[in-house]
């Protein structure tokens, strides 16, 4: 009985083929000039250091190639504080793509002209992003990159954890992994009350439901510029997997959630003022840590296309 092929990793069998191994995720310093990538957690995440941008000061083509190919490689990029100011915030995502508003009552513009939205608990009542999800994953072309700006944080705890959902992926046996790959599940905004909660008035939320009909999604989809694999279902938005049984669904589900729950495949960002993390919403999910009672915890948030 060598051959057994395990489905979750990292219990006590030792027979379990796979293994993580942080250089097959290429977890090198990387360098351009004086700007460093330094690898942030074994398996994902990077610190840019050496960097600070200047709304107005061009930045050289090769250099923002260099940013954008260190965001697709390690799946999020992290900033000091003092790299990138509040007023900038905007201007410096667009070094990745356009800026577009993705917001909702409880999560309103940061100001009138801006596309960028907040996540502030002053006003945000809903949890929603407590919940292990990628972004938009229920609307037919989800964001490539969000990107978040600190602006107030509490004394201790408010993280923002991610995981790496190719990383997760790899750990189940490949056999395993094609029989996924077959199967598509339904996605709906609401699943969790994203809309429901967020939107107070009757007529807003019927809008906001009819503009975001429930999608039928694959299970398992390859980002596009990378090819890799990654568990697309999220908590947040999974409602079921099409064709199979009801007791099958959830069972599949909760594997692929626990894969995405391991701190193996994921990263821990500890937030400070003025600090900012872009990550790409092919590769990995997140969610907030809800662990700072009253404080206030205030984020700016641009979404990329
Ligand atoms: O509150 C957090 O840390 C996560 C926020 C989030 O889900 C988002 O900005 O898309
Ligand atoms: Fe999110």
Known sequence: MSNVAAFIPLDTDTRQAPVLSPREYKRETRRHGAIALEPYAPVLGAQVEG?????????????RRFLYKGLLDYGFLSFAPGSVRE????????????????????????????????IDSQYKKTRTNYIWHIDQAYRPNPQKF?????????????????ANASAALSLLDP?????LETLTVIHDADTQGLLSLAYQDPQGLAEARAK?????VPLIRVHPETGRKQIYANELYAQRILG???????HLLGILFDLIKLPEVGATYVWEEGSVLIWDNRTVHHRGVYNYDDQ??????????
């Open 296 to 305: 206030r915890r205030a984020l700016h948030r641009a979404v990329i296309d």
């Open 51 to 63: 960097f600070s941008f200047e709304a107005g000061a061009p930045i050289d083509e090769e250099t």
């Open 175 to 179: 056999k395993f992994v094609s029989y």
């Open 212 to 216: 975001n009909p429930p999608l039928e």
């Open 87 to 118: 007023a900038d915030f905007e201007t410096f995502t667009t070094l990745f793509g356009k800026a577009r508003f993705s917001g909702n009552p409880q999560a309103p513009r940061t100001s009138d002209k801006s596309e960028a939205n907040a």
């Open 146 to 162: 969000t990107a978040l700006f600190a602006l107030k944080v509490p004394s201790r705890g408010g993280d923002t954890v991610f």
């Open 244 to 250: 199979v049984s009801r007791s099958v669904s959830d």
